[in-house]
T-cell receptor, first 115, second 112 residues
Framework: EPEVTQTPSHQVTQMGQEVILRCVPISNHLYFYWYRQILGQKVEFLVS????????KSEIFDDQFSVERPDGSNFTLKIRSTKLEDSAMYFC?????????????FGPGTRLTVL | GQQVMQIPQYQHVQEGEDFTTYCNSSTTLSNIQWYKQRPGGHPVFLIQLVKSGEVKKQKRLTFQFGEAKKNSSLHITATQTTDVGTYFC????????????FGQGTRLTINP
């Protein structure tokens, strides 16, 4: 069964460093999302991406964040200068088409720890 | 976006007991989705409810959508240890790509 994959599974970084989280969505999917989940809290929307551009972003997704789909398969989330409060689990999700039921498929997540 | 509140936040039951979580909105929802997240895992889609008063069953899980489409519930009959996890609801469109705005979730723990 097709699945969303994410790398790395765990990333430890120093405050102020840049990190890139990688996702490979399901191959024929067209809509891509990043969510984050601070430990013990709910899953929060960060950004959605379609047709090579951001379609919506939350207030969490400030200028320190960016997304890219560089090669037609990977979907990346970059945090330019990490802060302690960026420590969270980051989930990538993908959706087939706008005509499908809105079932989003989540990857296993990347746990980001900022020291 | 539409916000939902989930209650209870935590529920601990003995294995074999029933469990119910509720999802409430102050506004009418187009549709509602339910996801399950196992401890240390990622959200997994369970179901989408569309129609007013709809009831859907998946084995021991029963999902309901209120008549006014402002609330929804998930009921698990005779819980098993595999039911452990956090159950989230999220408003959704029937079709169309849309961000998911999850509720706080109900964390279910089970005493075997």
């Amino acid at each position: 069964e097709p699945e969303v994959t994410q790398t790395p599974s765990h990333q430890v970084t120093q405050m102020g460093q840049e990190v890139i989280l990688r996702c490979v969505p399901i191959s024929n999917h067209l809509y891509f999302y990043w969510y984050r989940q601070i430990l013990g809290q709910k899953v929060e929307f960060l950004v959605s991406f379609y047709n090579n551009e951001i379609s919506e972003k939350s207030e969490i997704f400030d200028d320190q964040f960016s997304v890219e789909r560089p090669d037609g398969s990977n979907f990346t989330l970059k945090i330019r200068s990490t802060k302690l409060e960026d420590s969270a689990m980051y989930f990538c999700a993908s959706l087939g088409t706008a005509f499908d039921i809105n079932e989003q498929f989540f990857g296993p997540g990347t746990r980001l720890t900022v020291l | 976006g539409q916000q939902v509140m989930q209650i209870p936040q935590y529920q601990h039951v003995q294995e074999g007991e029933d469990f119910t979580t509720y999802c409430n909105s102050s506004t009418t929802l187009s549709n509602i989705q339910w996801y399950k997240q196992r401890p240390g895992g990622h959200p997994v889609f369970l179901i989408q409810l569309v129609k007013s008063g709809e009831v859907k069953k998946q084995k021991r899980l029963t999902f309901q959508f209120g008549e006014a489409k402002k609330n929804s519930s998930l009921h698990i009959t005779a819980t098993q240890t595999t039911d452990v996890g956090t159950y989230f609801c999220a408003p959704a469109k029937f079709q169309g790509a849309q961000k998911l705005v999850f509720g706080q979730g109900t964390r279910l723990t089970i005493n075997p």
